[in-house]
Structures are given as structure tokens and as C-alpha cells.
């Protein structure tokens, strides 16, 4: 019997990230063919003329097409209601 090791995860679970084509917030994360995968949910718009049918945008991204939106004077991670997002990379 061998053990196996897996490497740390970068993010967690409710931490707000940026990618390609916009931000959103961490929801689960699995490691899959030998990376980890991050399920991420971009924040809702608003309300089109004709309501809403189903749920916001959701997508499964590697670890390495995402950054950590974090404060580059405490290293802090930011809320959603704060206006001034700083990216670091």
C-alpha cells in the first residue's frame, strides 16, 4: 500500500477571484487529472426586460486561467460590496 500526496489547493471555497471574461466567487473545487478545478459563479447583472429563466452563469476553470482579488496593502481578500478591487497575480 502507497500513500499519495496531493498538492494544496490555492483557493477556497467563497473566495472572490478574476479570469478571462470576469470575476466571481469560489463555490467547490475538485482536483482532476492531476489539477485542481475550480467550480466558479460570476455574480448576477441586472434584471433583463424579460426576468429571469434559471440560474447565473456557473463554469469549471483550472487553477492557472485564475487570480485572487485581494487588497495589495493587507493582502485581505475583498467583498463583493467593495468598490475598489485590486488584482494581484
Same mark, same amino acid.
Given at each position: 500500500?502507497?500513500?499519495?500526496?496531493? =498538492?494544496? =489547493?490555492?483557493?477556497? #471555497?467563497?473566495?472572490?477571484?478574476?479570469?478571462?471574461?470576469?470575476?466571481?466567487?469560489?463555490?467547490? &473545487?475538485?482536483?482532476?487529472?492531476?489539477?485542481?478545478? &475550480?467550480? !466558479?459563479?460570476? =455574480?448576477?447583472? =441586472?434584471?433583463?426586460?424579460?426576468?429571469?429563466?434559471?440560474?447565473?452563469?456557473?463554469?469549471?476553470?483550472?487553477? !492557472?486561467?485564475?487570480?485572487?482579488?485581494? #487588497? #495589495?496593502?493587507?493582502?485581505? !481578500?475583498?467583498?463583493?460590496?467593495?468598490? #475598489? &478591487?485590486?488584482?494581484?497575480?
Amino acid at each position: 500500500m502507497s500513500a499519495s500526496i496531493l =498538492p494544496v =489547493p490555492k483557493f477556497y #471555497n467563497g473566495q472572490i477571484v478574476s479570469f478571462i471574461g470576469g470575476e466571481g466567487i469560489i463555490k467547490k &473545487y475538485r482536483f482532476k487529472s492531476g489539477s485542481w478545478e &475550480y467550480l !466558479v459563479e460570476m =455574480p448576477m447583472g =441586472p434584471e433583463p426586460e424579460m426576468g429571469r429563466f434559471g440560474y447565473e452563469t456557473m463554469i469549471w476553470l483550472s487553477e !492557472v486561467d485564475i487570480s485572487s482579488l485581494v #487588497n #495589495n496593502y493587507s493582502e485581505k !481578500v475583498l467583498t463583493w460590496k467593495q468598490k #475598489n &478591487y485590486a488584482k494581484a497575480c
